[in-house]
């Protein structure tokens, strides 16, 4: 039986549930490791998870926001922070100036050549009116999904490239 003296357990056990797509079981053993340790920031970032895949915007930043606070290089949760806070639908969850400003750390904590973190960049530059550079991270991450041979994420960018696109011709 797993209990607070074995927090890694808690969290490796509590990230294979999420992983398997068995949310509520895996949120049950990362609260346990929470109410250990608040701080953990794996199991920060997965609590994020469970919650972002719930449609809790909201609960999914402040987790992410903890995460990186424990982890201020973790580039999975900066990213999914600042996707969140440029594309949430939740006003609470939503901030695209936030978005923006973690870009730069993002970037510069080689987060550069991933076509999911480049989206991500696209998707900040956009919410804040800036489609030039939307169109150019945007492609950037087209070519980032290419590489790595995922055609299916590659068309996805590059029909939001084609929306950025659109906005620059207004």
Same mark, same amino acid.
């Given at each position: 039986? *797993?209990?607070?003296?074995?927090?890694?357990? *808690?969290?490796?056990?509590? #990230?294979?549930?999420?992983?398997?797509?068995?949310? @509520?079981?895996?949120?049950?053993?990362?609260?346990?490791?929470?109410? $250990?340790?608040?701080?953990?920031?794996?199991?920060?970032?997965?609590?994020?998870?469970?919650?972002? +895949?719930?449609?809790?915007?909201?609960?999914?930043?402040?987790?992410?926001?903890?995460?990186? +606070?424990?982890?201020?290089?973790?580039?999975?949760?900066? #990213?999914?922070?600042?996707?969140?806070?440029?594309?949430?639908? #939740?006003?609470?969850?939503?901030?695209?100036?936030? &978005?923006?400003?973690? $870009?730069?750390? *993002?970037?510069?904590?080689?987060?550069?050549? @991933?076509?999911? $973190?480049? &989206?991500? $960049?696209?998707?900040?530059?956009? +919410? #804040?009116?800036?489609?030039?550079?939307?169109?150019?991270?945007?492609?950037?991450?087209?070519?980032?999904?290419?590489?790595?041979? @995922?055609?299916? *994420?590659?068309?996805?960018?590059?029909?939001?490239?084609?929306?950025?696109?659109?906005?620059?011709?207004?």
């Amino acid at each position: 039986k *797993l209990g607070p003296a074995n927090l890694n357990a *808690l969290g490796a056990y509590g #990230n294979y549930l999420v992983r398997a797509k068995r949310m @509520d079981e895996g949120a049950v053993f990362l609260r346990k490791a929470l109410e $250990v340790s608040p701080a953990d920031p794996r199991a920060n970032y997965l609590m994020a998870t469970v919650y972002s +895949e719930e449609g809790d915007e909201v609960r999914a930043v402040e987790h992410l926001k903890r995460a990186i +606070e424990s982890a201020p290089g973790c580039i999975p949760a900066l #990213n999914n922070l600042a996707w969140l806070m440029a594309t949430s639908t #939740n006003s609470g969850g939503r901030d695209p100036v936030r &978005a923006l400003q973690l $870009v730069d750390p *993002l970037l510069a904590s080689g987060g550069g050549g @991933d076509a999911s $973190v480049l &989206a991500t $960049v696209a998707a900040a530059h956009a +919410e #804040n009116g800036r489609f030039a550079q939307a169109v150019e991270f945007g492609g950037k991450a087209v070519a980032a999904a290419r590489a790595r041979g @995922d055609e299916e *994420l590659a068309g996805t960018f590059e029909k939001r490239v084609r929306g950025y696109e659109q906005n620059l011709e207004r």
